[in-house]
C-alpha cells in the first residue's frame, strides 16, 4: 500500500511538472510569437521610414532643381535671358559705334590706326566672352542633366501607402527633364543664331564705315585688311564651329543619358570635325590672332568632351554601359506606358516587342556591336515625342 501511495505522489507531482512545463513552454511560444510580431513590424516601419527617406530625399533634389537650378537669380533661365540681352545690347551699340569713328581724320594717322585696331580688338574680346558665358551656361544644363539622371523613376511599389506621391514626384521629373532639354535646345538656337547675327551686323555696320574712312586715309589700309580677315573667318568657320559645337554638346549628352553607341557616334564625329577645323583654320591667311578665336573654342569643346568621355568609360565597359541603359531605360518606359497621359507620346508597341527580348550581362557580351546598336536605337525611338 505505502509503495501504491508513493507512486500516486509520484504521478501526481509528475504531473504537475509536466503542466509548469507544459505552461512554461506555451509562455515561451506567446513570447516568441510577440517579439517576432515586434520585429516584423518594427521591420516594416523601418522600411517605410527608409522609403519616406528616399522619397523625401527625391523631391528635396528636384525643388531645388526647379526653383534655383533651372529657377530663380542664379538658374539657368535667369542666366541665359540675361545672356540674349547682353548680346542684344551689345549688337545694338554698334550703331554709337560708328558716331565714334567720324572722329578719325588725317590729322594724326597712327592715332586713328589705333583707334580702328582698338574698335576691332574691343570687338574680338567681347565676342569671346559672350561665347565662354554661353559655354558655362550650357555646362550647367548639362549638370541638371546629369543631377536628373542620378534621380531615376520610382518604381509604383516603392512605398505603397505612398502611391500617389510616387506618381507624382514621377510626373514632376519628367516635366522637370522636358523643361531642361527644352531649354538646351532654345539656348543653343539662340547662341548660334545672335552670335552669328552679332559677325554680321558688326560686318555691315561697323566695318562699312571703317571701309568709307580707308577710302579716305590708304594708310589705314593694313587695319583694315587685319579686320577684314577676322570675319571672313568668322562667315568661312562660324556655321561649321557651331556645328561642331552642337556634336560635342551631344556627345555628352548621350554620355550623361547612358546611350554608349550615340556617344561614341557623336564623339567620334567631334574628333574628326576638330582635326579638319583646325588644319583648315591654322593652315589658313586669316593669322594666328584671329585664328586663336576659333582654335581656342575648338579645343574647349574636345577637351570638355574627351574629360566627360573618360570619367564615364573609366568606370565601366561598353558592356556594362549599354546593360545598364537597356535595363533602366525599359522599366522607365514600361512605367511610362501603364500611365494614360504618358501612352500617346512613347511608342508602345515598340516597347512591348523589345521588352521580349532576354538579356543578362553574358549575353550582351556575346552580342555584335550592330546587333547592340539597334536595340539602343530602337529604345530611344521608343521615347521620342509623337505628338
Aim: charged content about 25%; overall charge positive; aromatic content about 6%.
Amino acid at each position: 500500500m505505502k509503495k501504491l501511495a508513493v507512486a500516486a505522489l509520484i504521478l501526481v507531482a509528475s504531473g504537475r511538472l509536466l503542466a509548469d512545463t507544459a505552461q512554461t513552454l506555451n509562455t515561451i511560444d506567446s513570447n516568441r510569437e510577440r517579439r517576432q510580431a515586434l520585429e516584423i513590424r518594427e521591420n516594416a516601419l523601418r522600411l517605410k521610414h527608409r522609403n519616406l527617406e528616399m522619397l523625401n530625399k527625391f523631391f528635396a533634389r528636384t525643388k531645388y532643381l526647379r526653383d534655383n537650378a533651372i529657377g530663380g537669380e542664379a538658374g539657368v533661365v535667369k542666366r541665359s535671358e540675361t545672356w540674349i540681352n547682353g548680346v542684344k545690347s551689345w549688337i545694338n551699340q554698334w550703331d554709337t559705334l560708328t558716331e565714334a569713328l567720324k572722329s578719325i581724320n588725317s590729322n594724326n594717322v597712327e592715332d586713328s590706326a589705333n583707334t580702328i585696331e582698338k574698335v576691332v580688338d574691343d570687338f574680338y574680346k567681347k565676342y569671346a566672352e559672350h561665347e565662354a558665358a554661353a559655354a558655362d551656361i550650357n555646362q550647367k544644363i548639362l549638370n541638371i542633366h546629369v543631377e536628373l539622371a542620378d534621380l531615376q523613376i520610382l518604381p509604383l511599389d516603392v512605398a505603397p501607402a505612398y502611391r500617389a506621391h510616387v506618381e507624382a514626384f514621377n510626373r514632376h521629373r519628367d516635366q522637370i527633364q522636358q523643361l531642361n532639354s527644352t531649354l538646351e535646345r532654345n539656348f543653343q538656337s539662340d547662341r548660334i543664331q545672335l552670335l552669328g547675327e552679332a559677325a554680321t551686323v558688326f560686318r555691315s555696320t561697323v566695318l562699312t564705315r571703317i571701309r568709307q574712312i580707308v577710302v579716305q586715309y590708304p594708310e589705314l589700309e593694313a587695319i583694315m585688311e587685319q579686320t577684314r580677315l577676322l570675319m571672313d573667318m568668322m562667315d568661312t568657320y562660324g556655321s561649321r564651329i557651331a556645328a561642331y559645337e552642337h556634336s560635342a554638346v551631344a556627345a555628352r549628352s548621350a554620355l550623361t543619358f547612358g546611350s554608349y553607341f550615340a556617344a561614341e557616334r557623336n564623339f567620334n564625329s567631334v574628333k574628326a570635325l576638330a582635326a579638319e577645323l583646325q588644319q583648315g583654320i591654322t593652315d589658313s591667311k586669316y593669322g594666328t590672332r584671329n585664328a586663336s578665336l576659333y582654335l581656342n573654342r575648338i579645343k574647349t569643346s574636345l577637351d570638355a568632351t574627351q574629360a566627360q568621355w573618360n570619367a564615364v568609360m573609366g568606370l565601366q565597359t561598353k558592356h556594362t554601359m549599354f546593360y545598364n541603359f537597356f535595363t533602366t531605360q525599359r522599366r522607365t518606359l514600361s512605367a511610362d506606358c501603364r500611365r494614360r497621359d504618358m501612352i500617346p507620346i512613347r511608342n508602345c508597341e515598340m516597347l512591348r516587342v523589345l521588352n521580349q527580348v532576354q538579356l543578362d550581362l553574358p549575353k550582351v557580351k556575346a552580342m555584335s556591336d550592330g546587333e547592340l546598336k539597334h536595340l539602343e536605337e530602337s529604345l530611344i525611338a521608343v521615347r521620342k515625342d509623337r505628338t
